[in-house]
């Protein structure tokens, strides 16, 4: 790809160029989960949205046009973020930093960020945003599909918390957009993905926040889960806009099996706090570990949990109140299906080749589908107030699941480079969910509630549209106008792509 690398550094380019004879190009392709990464051509290290726009006008200049796609924190579990062969627009190493102006409470933050950034920067003159929980996460897909945090019971979604962007999109045009500048483009890239050009600067809404908080994790022996889930949701139904928790139950922890730990939060004093959190630490965590901490290390205390560079599934569903014995149900499922020979997968999930993400193309009952080692599978049970957020109605934004229906994320990690390890790794993700869904209503909820689901959480199929008509909903053929706009031969496609109108 040695010509792609002259002819962008001859029109202008002024960032760095990484193709596979570079040094460099190993490292170029890392990615937060280690079985989305994928070799392409190039490598584009851009310095600005003139880069951006010079790369995208570049390739689909050619003949045919070349596929790429656009990476910020490099944390798409489902590959958007790689591309096979064609060129990566990479915005973390240069446009990676934030800056805040005070006197009207907004922050300019580059594409590549991370929330670390974020939150550091912010915190400085006292004020903050809806931010990812695991810090290392990038701003650009999290605030693209949604996004939730700690202070989403205070402040909503991270997209609610967006007040505009710069934009490059598929013509090589550098928009602004905001409530009063393409205000179309702006309601489509509020939970509208990728599907619109390459967003190389976001500007939220700041909030006063005090910089230090009551937060920490409380661990628990396996056990006692039915008297943790009991106890959490009792806390759950009078939580404040001031407090969160993320109850985080492990198939193996640090001990080895099995584990149970709430993080919980507390925007306020400890004393306080503990106060509020009475029913979780009376059951006697074996360590407590809540204590007051610095604002900007409440969305680093998981990142040790969930660490960059190795495999990784993620999925999820959506629940309302969860009794103890379904809580109970719910874990045990998950250690018998972490534990499950890969032959029996398959086999003990009715309609798991019909439900599986790769159903269409891959039969995932192959003799190669092993995995090298037991897997870890965890579950995410989110707590967060959601007054707020399902207080906004639902064609506000592009994003539109609304509803009073937390989250639970699943995650699998595995050992092993092999494609049959990774389709056993997502026969037990589907197999887990499904059996989630009936256990909380979840299919019931998408019928009568408008329940259309998190697009950050779902492996399904990101690269098929009747996925994102199923993910967009009734949102969705407002946004296929919009795609027929800026994107009519359909550049951007990489994650939920959305169909232009005819």
Not at 5 to 34: M, N, Q
Not at 136 to 144: E, R, S, W
Not at 357 to 366: E, H, Y
Request: aromatic share 8%; glycine share 10%; proline share 5%.
């Amino acid at each position: 790809m040695a010509h792609w690398k002259t002819s962008l550094l001859d029109a202008g380019f002024t960032g760095d160029l990484v193709i596979p004879s570079d040094p460099d190009y190993d490292t170029s392709l890392a990615r937060f989960a280690s079985n989305a990464q994928k070799l392409a051509g190039l490598v584009a290290f851009v310095k600005s949205a003139s880069d951006v726009s010079l790369v995208i006008k570049f390739a689909t200049s050619q003949s045919p046009p070349i596929q790429f796609v656009v990476r910020g924190g490099g944390h798409s579990t489902s590959g958007a973020s790689s591309s096979d062969g064609g060129i990566v627009i990479d915005l973390s190493r240069y446009l990676n930093t934030a800056r805040v102006d005070v006197e009207n409470k907004r922050c300019y933050a580059g594409g590549g960020c991370n929330w670390a950034a974020v939150d550091a920067e912010a915190i400085k003159y006292g004020l903050a945003t809806v931010g990812g929980t695991v810090n290392h996460t990038g701003i650009g897909g999290l605030t693209l599909g949604g996004g939730y945090g700690f202070l989403t019971g205070a402040h909503g979604m991270v997209v609610d918390n967006l007040l505009g962007a710069t934009i490059v999109t598929a013509d090589g045009s550098i928009l602004t957009v905001n409530d009063t500048t393409n205000s179309d483009l702006f309601w489509g890239i509020r939970g509208g993905g990728c599907n619109f050009g390459c967003v190389t600067e976001f500007v939220y809404k700041l909030h006063p926040q005090r910089t230090t908080v009551y937060a920490g994790p409380l661990i628990y022996p396996a056990p006692r889960f039915g008297e943790v889930i009991e106890a959490i949701e009792g806390w759950y139904t009078g939580a404040s806009s001031d407090e969160g928790a993320m109850l985080v139950t492990a198939t193996r922890g640090r001990s080895g099996g099995p584990e149970v730990a709430v993080f919980i939060f507390y925007n306020g004093e400890e004393d306080e706090g503990k106060n509020r959190f009475k029913k979780l630490l009376d059951l006697g965590p074996v360590a407590n570990l809540a204590t007051m901490i610095p604002y900007e290390k409440l969305n680093a205390m998981q990142n040790d949990g969930i660490p960059y560079g190795i495999n990784y599934h993620l999925n999820g569903v959506t629940r309302t109140v969860v009794p103890a014995d379904v809580g109970l149900a719910v874990f045990n499922k998950l250690i018998e299906t972490a534990n499950a020979p890969s032959s029996t997968i398959a086999t003990s999930t009715p309609s798991l080749n019909a439900a599986h993400p790769d159903s269409a193309t891959n039969d995932i009952v192959a003799p190669e589908a092993k995995l090298d080692s037991e897997p870890v599978m965890v579950l995410l049970w989110e707590y967060y107030n959601l007054n707020k957020q399902s207080s906004i109605p639902a064609d506000a934004t592009a994003y539109r699941m609304r509803v009073k229906r937390p989250l639970v994320t699943l995650l699998i990690t595995w050992k092993g480079d092999s494609v049959g390890a990774s389709k056993d790794a997502k026969a037990r993700l589907t197999a887990m969910k499904m059996f989630c869904e009936g256990a909380f209503g979840s299919v019931k909820a998408k019928v009568e509630e408008d329940d259309t689901g998190y697009g950050n959480n779902e492996i399904g199929n990101p690269q098929s549209s009747d996925a994102a008509a199923a993910l967009y909903g009734r949102n969705y053929p407002r946004l296929q106008e919009i795609k027929k706009k800026y994107d009519p031969n359909m550049v951007f496609k990489a994650w939920y792509p959305i169909r232009p109108a005819a």
